[in-house]
């Protein structure tokens, strides 16, 4: 299959990486990269690693249209307030007949009802599983293994700079070191203040709700409380009691409603949430005929959300054959 890329950052490199190392496993190629800052650059016989940008194009419609390629991925910036441009460029594929496959949660978590039907209607599929656990199989492991399964709600801990934030003012640092820390590590939005917020969080969560739960929600219906008024005297204090604190997200349906929340909450060393530590993330899916089952992503870097994105692309290609 033929991918055209909206985005070329750490991830997108990361699949080309991925993808020159198991060519034989992934008989896929990049054909087009259409990026903000370098340009746009073709290759109908595949792009390398390091692939030389000419000028823009005028449009994603136009970029597509040259690409001639089989599956648009869009890996540009989450905008939790609005979901675009990523709901544009993914429209403009699903009227070009494309099928999408997408590492920003933006789309899930502010139309996914509506690019979910748009994609129906187009006879193309529409593919996330990169958007909430770093390719950790969430909808995927949903959709392919628990038939007939509702989903009554959700635990996690979804957002990895928080925490890597809240370890480093353990030790006696600042919030900002902590920031720092987790750019470091390639973990932040490009607005580390998302994080600190709780817009990733509550965008994860919204998406969630949306796919799983059939929510129909946005981020702003997720009753959300960042970190931003803890200190290091605070956590300090906690941790001479045995406890600490997680940014947690929480879903649950309340008759015909969804109720969910994004909140730093406090726990004891011990508890499952607070194990969790670094970039790991954990989600706890409460199920009615399965009871509560997890998916744990421990310490996944860029390579993981990569392999999400080749992930959907395989599953692509095999209902494709």
């Known amino acids: 299959m033929k991918l055209a890329l909206i985005g070329y950052g750490a991830v997108g490199r990361a699949v080309a990486v991925l993808l020159e190392r198991y060519r034989r496993r992934f008989p896929f190629r990049i054909v087009a990269i259409h990026t903000a800052r370098h340009g746009t650059a073709y290759d109908p016989r595949g792009l390398g690693l390091e692939p030389v940008f000419g000028p823009p194009a005028a449009s994603v419609r ?30 403009t594929a699903f009227e070009l007949g494309l099928h999408v496959v997408t590492a920003n949660k933006g789309p899930l978590a502010h139309a996914y009802a509506s690019l979910a039907d748009q994609a129906r209607r187009a006879g193309v599929q529409f593919r996330f599983e990169s958007t909430v656990l770093d390719g950790a199989p969430v909808f995927n492991l949903v959709r392919h293994t628990l038939p007939g399964v509702r989903i009554l709600g959700f635990t996690g801990v979804l957002n990895s700079t928080t925490t890597v934030v ?94 969910l929340r994004v909140r730093a909450e406090v726990l004891p ?44 692309v395989a599953d692509l290609a095999r209902i494709a054959s």
């Not at 939005?189 to 998406?207: F, N, Q």
């Not at 008024?229 to 406890?243: D, F, H, N, V």
């Not at 970039?279 to 005929?289: A, E, G, I, R, V």
């Open 62 to 91: 136009e970029f597509l249209e040259r690409a001639r390629a089989h599956v648009m991925v869009e890996l540009t910036p989450l905008n939790p307030l609005t979901g675009e441009p990523a709901i544009s460029h993914i429209r």
């Open 166 to 259: 809240i370890e480093t003012m353990r030790r006696g640092l600042t919030m900002e070191e902590g920031i720092e820390a987790a750019r470091n590590m390639g973990i932040t939005e490009a607005d580390p203040g998302y994080d600190l917020d709780g817009w990733d969080a509550a965008a994860k969560t919204a998406a969630l709700a949306n796919v799983l739960m059939e929510a129909r929600v946005t981020p702003l219906a997720v009753d959300t409380k960042g970190i931003r008024r803890l200190t290091p005297e605070r956590l300090a204090e906690l941790a001479s009691k045995g406890k600490t604190v997680r940014l947690v997200s929480r879903a649950r349906r309340t008759g015909s409603a969804v109720r």
């Open 269 to 312: 060393e011990n508890h499952m949430l607070a194990a969790v530590g670094g970039t790991s993330n954990l989600l706890l899916l409460h199920t009615d005929l399965m009871g509560t089952i997890g998916t744990v992503c421990l310490k996944p870097g860029v390579e993981q959300t990569a392999y999400g994105i080749l992930s959907d």
